[in-house]
Every structure is written in structure tokens, then in C-alpha cells.
């Protein structure tokens, strides 16, 4: 006899849970890079392009190195076999005809800053002189904090289309995002002085105001003298003074905060949790 149907039971019946919304405040300025003319797009090019081919700047990747890591990619016997025959047919010395990984002249890519990550690392510890990057950036997200960070550092930065698609064939490698040159870099000396002027300022509302090279011409002399001043003055005079500075500086147009909402994905298929399985009976 066929079971009769039962009734589902209390606990059976699953709730569609509420959209969990995440709200957060958005920046309510568009912040975007200066655009650059078209002369200066084709000089700094060419300038780099001419320069990074007569120092002859160029990465090199062991070919054994990688045929190995090609070898540990397939199946384990497939990758034995084949490495017991190469073996077998030349046994080289690891030093004869064997070019090793790396950049050709290591004291002039030490000069450089190559990628996003890095330009970041040593703008943050402010030790670039100018920065390049790439438009053909996607997505945008990637290189726009550069904006804020190098204008903070008061370095000179621009996007410069078909930077990736000139230098990183001459420079052997696959793209180039980001182009940062240090401090006490001494092969671009020329290039740095000849790219800086025709790079565009940048614009940022709440940097506006911010002097230029800041940082290079305080002096801790002069900071402590500041200090020490500070300390003997009142808390009527402070006031006073911070009133005079106040009402000679520019007024600031505060905008609105924006409110972003993220919601997830509603259509994603959420599994049940482990404590709770549905037995069949």
C-alpha cells in the first residue's frame, strides 16, 4: 500500500531572509587626471623610448626556468618522462650558454620604480621625483589613488596614453601601468628636467591650498622656535591668532556627503547551514 502524504512539518517551511544592505559614505568629488596635450604625449614617448633603448634596459627570463615550471604544470608522469629524456639527450653544465633571470644593468632599474605597487610604496615614503601612468589602465580604480598620493608629496604626475604599448616591449615585459623615477637617480637627469614642465597640474579640492615643496623648505630650527613660542604665548592669544589667520584664508565650499548602498547579488543560491539538514524519510 502506497504511504499516505504527510503533512510538511512546523519547522519545514524556510523564511526568505531580508536583503542585507551595507550603507557607506561616498567621496561626493570626482577626482580625475589632467589631460595632456598631444605634443607633450609624443615627446615624453619618444624621450623614454630613445633613452631605455641606448641604456639598453631589458628584462631577461631564463628559458630553462621556465620550461620547468611548464613541466610541474602537467601530470606527474607526463613531466617525468619528458625531463628524463631531455636529460638524456644534452647534459649541459648549469654555467655554459645559460642566461640567468633578471634585469641586464641592475644599477639603473634600481633607479626606476616599475608597477603600481611599487610607485605606491615609494611615493608613500616620498622618494620619487616624477610619476607616470598608463591610460590604458582598466580598471581606473587601480591608478586614481596615485592622484591624491602624489600631489600630497608635491611630485609631478600625468597619464600618458600608450606608455605601456611603447615601453614594455623595449623593456621586455608584458605591460607597464606604472613609471616612477627616484630621487637619487642620475641616468634620467636630462629626461626628468625635459618631462617636468609639460606635465599638467593637478587638481584636487582639498589640496588646493596646499604650497608646493612643503616639506623641502621647513626647517626644524625653525619648528622648534615655532614650539617654544606656542608654549609661552596664552590660550586668549592663540585664539586671537587662529581667528586672523581664519579670516584672511579663502572660505571652504563644504559639499554633501553622498550615501552609497551596497546590496549583494539576490539571485545568488545560498546553501542551507550544516546544523540544519532536511532529512527524507
Known amino acids: 500500500m502506497a504511504a ?21 559614505l561616498n567621496n561626493p568629488y570626482a577626482i580625475c587626471w589632467s589631460a595632456l596635450e598631444r605634443e607633450d604625449m609624443h615627446f615624453i614617448l619618444h624621450t623614454l623610448e630613445d633613452r ?14 621556465k620550461k620547468k615550471q611548464f613541466l610541474k604544470k602537467q601530470s606527474p608522469d607526463k613531466c617525468s618522462t619528458e625531463v628524463d629524456t631531455s636529460e638524456g639527450h644534452k647534459e649541459t653544465p648549469p654555467g655554459d650558454n645559460g642566461q640567468g633571470s633578471g634585469w641586464s644593468p641592475a644599477h639603473i632599474r634600481k633607479q626606476l620604480t616599475i608597477g603600481v605597487n611599487e610607485v605606491t610604496r615609494a611615493l608613500e615614503r616620498n622618494g620619487l621625483v616624477l ?3 598608463c591610460k590604458s589602465a582598466k580598471p581606473a580604480l587601480i591608478t586614481s589613488h596615485l592622484i591624491q598620493l602624489s600631489l600630497s608629496r608635491s611630485v609631478p604626475a600625468c597619464q600618458v596614453p600608450r606608455l605601456s604599448e611603447t615601453l ?3 623593456v621586455g615585459l608584458k605591460c607597464v601601468l606604472a613609471l616612477g623615477f627616484r630621487k637619487d637617480s642620475t641616468a634620467f637627469v636630462d629626461e626628468v628636467k625635459a618631462i617636468i614642465p609639460r606635465v599638467p597640474r593637478l587638481h584636487v579640492p582639498w589640496l588646493q591650498g596646499r604650497p608646493e615643496d612643503s616639506r623641502e623648505k621647513l626647517d626644524t630650527e625653525s619648528l622648534e622656535s615655532q614650539d617654544k613660542e606656542i608654549l609661552e604665548t596664552s590660550f586668549e592669544d592663540l585664539s586671537k591668532h587662529k581667528r586672523k589667520l581664519v579670516e584672511g584664508q579663502p572660505a571652504v565650499v563644504l559639499q554633501p556627503l553622498k550615501i552609497k548602498k551596497v546590496i549583494p547579488n539576490p539571485n545568488k543560491i545560498r546553501k542551507p547551514p550544516k546544523g540544519k539538514k532536511t532529512t527524507s524519510k
Open 168 to 170: 614594455a616591449p623595449v
Open 131 to 133: 610619476v607616470l601612468v
Open 4 to 24: 499516505a502524504p504527510q503533512a510538511p512539518g512546523r519547522g519545514s517551511v524556510r523564511k526568505t531572509r531580508p536583503l542585507t544592505v551595507k550603507t557607506a
Open 52 to 65: 631605455f633603448k641606448s641604456l639598453g634596459l631589458q628584462k631577461t627570463e631564463d628559458k630553462k626556468k
